[in-house]
């Protein structure tokens, strides 16, 4: 399979990529670059507040994929089940203020206490159904996103395509639902192509990144891509078989490396790596 | 489901999770403690040298339930590929002269430069393959044990059981084959109780120790069972359900706390916690 060049106008660049900016320096970093999509981070968004988020969106010509992360409704207690619900019921109106497409959901992992996946499983099932009135009514799109395994306990229960896709059957409402694929988070995967291509229509995000052979933490050690081992390019041929045909959002957690650079580099090794690595 | 208690005599622990012995310590430690089952991490073996290692277990009425680890075999030159077959031919005969029952086989995982599992996959299929022969020869089972996925580029690219009784059903040869289960490394997994009922007479072991919340290191940060977020009890059930009968096998790699403790109080941990959480 031949996967052809990424054009600039298909390259994403999510806020948390930049961590060390603060909301309006990462936009202006992108946008000084030539890439003018990007995902909003909740922290930074919260931050500089939503009336001058949208000024510096609307001023950098950006436009927003989605709002990260959604989600997290695993609670057991109700008290902290209807705060998450109403939590993302406000996030979804940022999402919709935002201009962005989706709001990306991950379900949350196990609550403390905890031990069995299943009733966290049901848990999350419950509170993201109470969410598809909201995202119906506001337009935006919610999309699900498996995690790595390894942040399982603390993240998402959530952990593989397959598993995804059974709860969006779950939910029933693909208008609503669908998914964001991280190439970090499955890149593992040796049923992914065909995980991908049952996904077909419901595939909303691609990210991206790399993981690196000595990977040194469970969170925050992802690499740039061509730095690892994950094939991105096959990937994306396979999310593109399926039928996307949306951005590649680049989403670099790294604590020990990009997030310690100026950020005009890392926007230009991103730039430099999409000609063989995106 | 009701599962009962975990009887000493089905109570396994792994010289790994003593690294801080060397052979005849871990070994002299376990039978103090009434502890008459084990296996043999391979670079002890090597320390100490085969006829001693047989003296050590002897003289400690001492079952060996495996030698680990073997396999490894994703390498792609021809030269690495055939040293790695060698080593397991050397290890199946190890194994015979321990009283194993099994060599515990992990793929390994994709060999430097290769980003395409399916390449490394086939490669350590072909290599397990050509195992077949010298394990029946010898009488030793190969205990396939699919590893995390967090360790998938460095260790194995067989991450879910899903994917291990595929390979399984490739190598077709279930008198030599079977599954190695340790619950850190599946435990994530929404379809296990169902993979562990596929799986059946092919359960050979169960590795167990905990998934710790905060886990700090992809390999060697593994938990005392009951310390984190794992349902050991709850696994061996689906174990016990799919007809496995066999010990309980404690297995922690915790370089930054257990390898630091004295032996004993290790060993004298373990089987406090057998009570509750095995």
Same mark, same amino acid.
């Given at each position: 399979?031949?996967?052809?060049?990424?054009?600039?106008? &298909? =390259?994403?660049?999510?806020?948390?990529?930049? $961590?060390? %900016?603060?909301? *309006?320096?990462? /936009?202006?970093?992108? !946008?000084?670059?030539?890439?003018?999509?990007?995902?909003?981070?909740?922290?930074?968004?919260?931050?500089?507040?939503?009336?001058?988020?949208?000024?510096?969106?609307?001023?950098?010509?950006?436009?927003?994929?989605?709002?990260?992360?959604?989600?997290?409704?695993?609670?057991?207690?109700?008290?902290?089940?209807?705060?998450?619900?109403?939590?993302?019921?406000?996030?979804?109106?940022?999402?919709?203020?935002?201009?962005?497409?989706?709001?990306?959901?991950?379900?949350?992992?196990?609550?403390?206490?905890?031990?069995?996946?299943?009733?966290?499983?049901?848990?999350?099932?419950?509170?993201?159904?109470?969410?598809?009135?909201?995202?119906?009514?506001?337009?935006? &799109? =919610?999309?699900?996103?498996?995690?790595?395994? $390894?942040? %399982?306990?603390? *993240?998402?229960? /959530?952990?593989?395509? !397959?598993?995804?896709?059974?709860?969006?059957?779950?939910?029933?409402?693909?208008?609503?639902?669908?998914?964001?694929?991280?190439?970090?988070?499955?890149?593992?995967?040796?049923?992914?192509?065909?995980?991908?291509?049952?996904?077909?229509?419901?595939?909303?995000?691609?990210?991206?990144?790399?993981?690196?052979?000595?990977?040194?933490?469970?969170?925050?050690?992802?690499?740039?891509?061509?730095?690892?081992?994950?094939?991105?390019?096959?990937?994306?041929?396979?999310?593109?078989?399926?039928?996307?045909?949306?951005?590649?959002?680049?989403?670099?957690?790294?604590?020990?490396?990009?997030?310690?650079?100026?950020?005009?580099?890392?926007?230009?090794?991103?730039?430099?790596?999409?000609?063989?690595?995106?």
């Amino acid at each position: 399979m031949t996967v052809s060049e990424l054009p600039l106008d &298909r =390259l994403s660049i999510h806020q948390a990529t930049l $961590m060390q %900016c603060d909301f *309006r320096e990462s /936009i202006e970093c992108f !946008a000084r670059h030539g890439v003018h999509q990007t995902a909003i981070w909740r922290d930074k968004l919260e931050q500089i507040g939503l009336d001058e988020a949208v000024q510096v969106l609307q001023g950098n010509d950006m436009k927003v994929n989605a709002l990260c992360p959604g989600g997290l409704v695993t609670a057991v207690d109700d008290k902290s089940f209807n705060a998450a619900l109403d939590m993302n019921r406000r996030w979804i109106d940022q999402s919709a203020a935002l201009g962005a497409d989706s709001l990306v959901i991950i379900t949350g992992g196990l609550p403390d206490g905890e031990t069995n996946l299943t009733v966290a499983h049901d848990r999350a099932l419950e509170g993201l159904s109470r969410l598809i009135d909201p995202a119906r009514a506001a337009g935006i &799109r =919610l999309a699900l996103e498996p995690l790595h395994p $390894m942040v %399982c306990g603390g *993240r998402s229960v /959530i952990s593989t395509v !397959a598993d995804a896709l059974d709860m969006l059957d779950d939910l029933g409402a693909d208008d609503v639902f669908g998914l964001a694929i991280d190439s970090y988070a499955v890149w593992w995967d040796l049923t992914l192509p065909y995980q991908l291509a049952r996904a077909g229509s419901r595939l909303l995000h691609f990210h991206t990144s790399d993981w690196l052979r000595d990977t040194k933490d469970v969170r925050f050690d992802r690499g740039m891509p061509g730095d690892g081992v994950t094939d991105n390019r096959q990937i994306r041929g396979w999310m593109e078989q399926a039928g996307f045909a949306g951005p590649v959002e680049i989403e670099i957690f790294s604590e020990r490396d990009w997030w310690q650079r100026p950020p005009d580099e890392v926007v230009e090794t991103i730039l430099e790596r999409r000609e063989a690595w995106l």
